[in-house]
Structure formats: structure tokens, C-alpha cells
């Protein structure tokens, strides 16, 4: 099946700091990529919709300054989370949609964690 | 999410014997996908259903989405301690590719 990567699988900073993490779509091309944050023992929630040459676009409550999403190319989507506070501290993981066949499915990579100290 | 439940939160299966889970929703599937998850890693794709009565096997796990399209569930057949992990279900209920989760249910095989 389709492959997605994600750069770093974890990281620790202090507080204050900014954290870069990289979505990768290895074997295809995604126009649009979705991040999601889980936190211990519960589900994922949709963070933001990653769109190649657009503005990302925020779910309701994540604040757009505090995590800048850059859809670089067609194959690689960032996101940075700004002035890192350990509230922050959660399981970062990204997901792309493509099509395989006629079947469409979205592929999720294998996640970061993040710990913010 | 309230928008999509799953059940049993947990359950424990004895090596050999059948599960099921199952995931409701309240509003129309767009698109409904089943992943399973090791806890701390990432969502490993099981099947995605999208045609009320759909369903579809891959090994020993079937899924089926029922006429309606609001309820999904997942059957796994003489399991394995390879089955164990979390299932997640996640649905497009906006048909715009966002996907919402249910809280998952975390699989327990027994030898």
C-alpha cells in the first residue's frame, strides 16, 4: 500500500521552543494532507487540513499561529508547532489521501510524539 | 467524538474465537474506515467501506456497512495474538475527506 512518513518519529524540547515535523508522501502525490494530534489513551482529533499552495485550514479551537502548516510540494507537508508548552505535548500524526484503483483511502504515517519539558 | 460511537470499549477474546466491533454513527457515512493501532504508533489501514451494504474481507477480518449507512462493524474470525491492538474507526461525515474517530477498542487475545 501507499507509504507515509513522518520526520522526527520523536522529539523533546524545553519550553518556549519551536518543533518542525515532516509529512512525507512517499509513492504519491497529495494535494491535500491532514494532521491530527491523540493524546494517552484517547482517539485522534483533526487538527487542520494541509492544502499544497493554499493557507492550511484550522478545525475549530487550534490556533493558526501557534501551529503554522507550510504544504511545500506535492509530496511533503509541515507542521510547527511555535513556542512549544507542555500542554502541547501529545502524538502528532499526519494523513494523506490517495486513490488506489478505484478505491480512495487515506494513509497516516507512523506518527511523532512530542514532549514538551 | 459524540458523532461516532464504538463498542465494546475493550474486550479480552480467547485465542481461536470470533470478535466483533462495532462503530455507529449519527449522521451518513461518507466514507467509513477501519485502522488498527499499536499504542504510541501509527494507524496501519484495514478497509474502507463506502456503499451501503458493502463488505469486504482481507484475511480473517470482515467488515460490513450496513444499508444505511450510519452503522459499520468489524468481525475478526479465529484470532490471533497478531490481532491484538487498538481498532479504530473513522468516518467521513461531511463527504470532505475529514475523517472522525471513534474512541477505539482496545483488543486483548488470550492464549
Known amino acids: 500500500g501507499a507509504v507515509v512518513s513522518q520526520h522526527p518519529s520523536w522529539v523533546i524540547c524545553k519550553s518556549g521552543t519551536s518543533v518542525k515535523i515532516e509529512c512525507r508522501s512517499l509513492d504519491f502525490q497529495a494535494t491535500t494532507m491532514f494532521w491530527y494530534r491523540q493524546f494517552p489513551k484517547q482517539s485522534l482529533m483533526l487538527m487542520a487540513t494541509?492544502?499544497?499552495?493554499?493557507?492550511?485550514?484550522?478545525e475549530q479551537g487550534v490556533e493558526k499561529d501557534k501551529f503554522l502548516i507550510n504544504h511545500a510540494s506535492l509530496t511533503l507537508s509541515t507542521l510547527t508547532v511555535t513556542s512549544a508548552h507542555p500542554e502541547d505535548s501529545s502524538f502528532y500524526i499526519c494523513s494523506a489521501p490517495t486513490s488506489l484503483g478505484f478505491t480512495y483511502t487515506q494513509y497516516f504515517g507512523p506518527g511523532t510524539r512530542l514532549t514538551v519539558l | 467524538s459524540q458523532e461516532l460511537e464504538q463498542s465494546p470499549q475493550s474486550l479480552i477474546v480467547q485465542e481461536g474465537k470470533n470478535l466483533t466491533i462495532n462503530c455507529t454513527s449519527s449522521?451518513?457515512?461518507?466514507?467509513l474506515y477501519w485502522y488498527k493501532q499499536k499504542y504510541g504508533e501509527g494507524l496501519i489501514f484495514l478497509m474502507m467501506?463506502?456503499?451501503?451494504?458493502e463488505e469486504k474481507s482481507h484475511e480473517k477480518i470482515t467488515a460490513k456497512l450496513d444499508e444505511k449507512k450510519q452503522q459499520s462493524s468489524l468481525h475478526i474470525t479465529a484470532s490471533q495474538p497478531s490481532h491484538a491492538g487498538i481498532y479504530l474507526c473513522g468516518a467521513d461525515l461531511n463527504n470532505d475527506y475529514k475523517l472522525s474517530f471513534g474512541a477505539g477498542t482496545t483488543v486483548t487475545v488470550r492464549a
Open positions: 449522521k451518513t457515512l461518507y466514507g
Open positions: 494541509s492544502n499544497e499552495g493554499s493557507k492550511a485550514t484550522y
Open positions: 467501506l463506502q456503499k451501503g451494504g
